[in-house]
Structure formats: C-alpha cells, structure tokens
C-alpha cells in the first residue's frame, strides 16, 4: 500500500458562496464548479450531544466536504506531523478533507447539523481508526 504523502496544508476551506434574496439564501454545490471529486455519498450529523466529539478515525482514499450547515463545530486534521484546526460556521463554507488525514470534529454547537459529502459510498475497509496504525501508516 502506497504511504499517503497528503498534509493538513492539502485541505482548504472553499468559499461556496451563496445566492441571496429576500426569501432567504441558497447554496449550492455542484460537480466539476466547486466540487473537485464526484459526490457518491451524503450523510449529516445532528443530535451531537454537547461535549461529544466524532471522527478519530482517517481514510485511506475518502475526499470529503464537511460543511455546518446549521451552527458550528471545530475540526482538527492531523498528517502525523502537522495539526491544524479549523472552524467550521457558515453553511456557505466547505472544508476539503483531502485523503490519509486523521481527523476530529468536536465542539459542537447545541442543534448543529454538520453535512458530509463524500466521493465514495460508505465502505469500513477505507478507515484507519487506531491511532497507532494512522502513524505507522504515514511512515512516523
Ligand atoms: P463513523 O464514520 O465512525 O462516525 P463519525 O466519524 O461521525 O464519528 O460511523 C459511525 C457508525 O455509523 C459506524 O458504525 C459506521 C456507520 N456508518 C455507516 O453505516 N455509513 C456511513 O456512511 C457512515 C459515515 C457511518
């Protein structure tokens, strides 16, 4: 298995924009405009009871944009040498998660809903979830 050389300074946070009126605003994300893979999955969390935090875990070939699309929550993303952090709170704002990072969300605010879209379906075998095993695959 090739050793992923992504790091945190890989991952952006991509102004999606929005289009804005007096009903109310509208974002949207669409493929090959501001979306840099193809979306096969979609999931969102809610109902994080606070002090809670999700992810510990890193992909081997997942891409992801995590966007608060209701309140706010922080991410860390970590190469095994680098950590970086990063706030997530305007449902207008997507943070790329390139793949082989190690990642947590945390912090989240009462009622957030934290929308995910993936570039694969749903697959275990793409996770590294110890920690150990996320350093020794990064060669550290
Ligand atoms: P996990 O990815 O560990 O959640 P998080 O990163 O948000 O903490 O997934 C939690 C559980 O949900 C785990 O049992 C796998 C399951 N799950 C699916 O079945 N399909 C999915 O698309 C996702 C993201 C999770």
Redesign the pocket.
Known sequence: MLINKNTVFDCSIIDISKIHNKAGNITVVENDVNLPFDVK?I?Y?YDVPGGE?????AHYELEQYIIAASGSFDVILDDAVNKRRVTLNRPYMALHIVPGLW?E?FNFSSGSI?M?L?SQ??N?KD?I?NYNDFLKYRGE
């Open positions: 999955r999931y969390l935090s999700r992810g510990g875990h990642r969300l934290t995910v993936g379906v749903y275990e996770y979830r």
